[in-house]
């Protein structure tokens, strides 16, 4: 491209098979302070033009050998001499003739014989006119480039801003690492001992059990399969003082059925869960040896309690570890799903089982929302940063009231805890990056400002309200999602 000239020190070259011509305009053009070369044949312009800066060139048409729109139509086919403009400068004033010389290329049309002046108008015209092109094409060109390096940054500033997401997701699973350990060690431990109860039940009882059953009439059998059925019912938990006075109100009616042994029964019926109605089990004690009909009873109970158990343990180490993964998966944030709200905030609680203790009551109080097109994991980001602040809030001891429901067109999640509050001064601070009152090492002042600038992607809002035993922050976000993702 051209570098933008000094109109007084600019370069013409003047072409023209006529002398007279050629010296006229090169002195009066000379005299004005330009710098002037001359061509009497077309190629000699094009040479010219291609070898030293041209800033104008003045073209005849009618010329031997090549004329000016050949001259003209060659310099425009060039990238080095295509940015010159052509002023024709002729003796034809057909207006075909002046149609053709702009379709060429050219910029200005001169009618010989000339007038000076106006010769001089239009060259000083022209050339102003390319110095703005050119100052123009040159600050486009900077701003390109500047357009270029924002975009650059922006970029940068995206990738960064994804790094702070998944950084501080690994800070908050940092934390959670020892619960959620504790809490797969449980259903682990459940599934160990309920596997060597059965294997224990295999191998001591199962080898007898076809004499027993034998051993046993019709009605009797009938009667043992009910044992074990009533045993297996589903029943609410029940405590240690229930249990003890679920015995002694059967102990009676044990004794009056003539059983002895009466304490023994009673606690081994309570341990399988039968403590009432009694009635139609007191014939299956007053047979053989009444103890090991029971011992066995027990026994099948237990081991169905035991594949039962193994079952909900798996199932529950099954769910840690589905929220754990979906927690610690980061996907691109342009991959948009339809996502349900609700399962994201039972994941995050499921991550925080083992500090959602005895201590702290959770009140879920959820109405059927719609699925939402959103980043599922960048949610799931908002609702562990507000839930992990509410459990900090309260010290880990209170209530956690989480609400969902619809309001028009937006679904409303509110998450309530009854923590000392934030105080006033802090509230317009708290969405701010790198403020917090944690102490060190405790919180970097950056997760509220990354719920925020999340919520903000999903055309969400975010607000809080706070007082003593009561802040809540809610999040709204529109059904006809539109994320600016991208």
């Not at 090549?66 to 003796?91: H, W």
């Not at 980043?375 to 609702?383: K, T």
């Amino acid at each position: 491209m051209h570098q933008a000239v000094n109109q007084s020190k600019a370069h013409l070259l003047i072409v023209d098979d006529t002398p007279e011509n050629l010296i006229l305009l090169s002195r009066i053009l000379a005299e004005k302070g330009y710098a002037v070369s001359t061509a009497n044949q077309g190629d000699r312009a094009i040479d010219i033009a291609q070898n030293i800066p041209v800033d104008l060139i003045l073209l005849d048409i009618n010329m031997p050998q090549m004329n000016g729109y050949e001259v003209c139509e060659q310099l425009k086919a060039d990238k080095r001499t295509r940015e010159i403009p052509v002023i024709f400068i002729s003796g034809l004033n057909d207006v075909l003739d002046k149609v053709k010389a702009f379709s060429v290329g050219g910029v200005d049309y001169v009618t010989k014989p000339f007038q000076l002046k106006e010769v001089l108008a239009r060259v000083e015209t022209h050339l102003k006119l390319s110095i703005l092109q050119k100052s123009l094409e040159s600050k486009n060109e900077a701003l390109n480039q500047k357009n270029q390096e924002l975009a650059h940054t922006l970029e940068q500033l995206k990738s960064a801003q994804a790094e702070l997401v998944k950084s501080e997701k690994m800070a908050v699973l940092g934390q959670l690492v020892a619960g959620i350990a504790h809490e797969i060690n449980n259903p682990l431990a459940a599934i160990s001992s309920s596997a060597r109860n059965i294997s224990s039940f295999l191998v001591e009882t199962l080898q007898e059990l076809p004499a027993f059953f034998q051993s046993l009439s019709p009605e009797q059998s009938d009667r043992f399969t009910d044992l074990i059925a009533r045993s297996l019912q589903e029943k609410p938990a029940i405590s240690s003082k229930q249990k003890r006075q679920f015995r002694r109100s059967i102990i009676p009616q044990l004794e009056a059925a003539g059983i002895e042994n009466a304490d023994w029964f009673a606690e081994t019926l309570v341990d399988m869960g039968i403590y009432d109605n009694i009635d139609d089990f007191l014939s299956l004690m007053k047979i053989g040896d009444p103890r090991h009909i029971l011992l066995i009873a027990r026994k099948i109970s237990e081991l169905q309690r035991g594949a039962k158990t193994i079952e909900n343990a798996s199932a529950s180490a099954a769910k840690i570890v589905y929220a754990l993964k979906s927690y610690s998966r980061y996907e691109s944030s342009e991959n948009l799903v339809n996502a349900s709200v609700i399962d994201g905030i039972e994941t995050v609680l499921t991550l925080y089982q083992n500090q959602l203790t005895r201590q702290v009551e959770v009140i879920k109080q959820y109405e059927n929302v719609p699925h939402l097109l959103c980043d599922p994991d960048a949610l799931n980001q908002v609702w562990i940063n507000i839930i992990h602040n509410a459990l900090q809030a309260m010290d880990y001891s209170g209530k956690l009231t989480i609400n969902i429901k619809q309001e028009g067109e937006q679904i409303k999640v509110a998450i309530t805890d009854s923590g000392k509050g934030i105080p006033p001064e802090n509230i317009s601070k708290i969405f701010e990056p790198f403020f917090t009152t944690k102490l060190p090492g405790e919180g970097s002042g950056l997760g509220l400002d990354i719920v925020k600038k999340i919520v903000e992607k999903h055309s969400g809002t975010i607000e809080v309200e706070s007082v003593p035993n009561q802040t809540t922050f809610t999040v709204c976000l529109p059904t006809n999602l539109k994320p600016t993702y991208n």
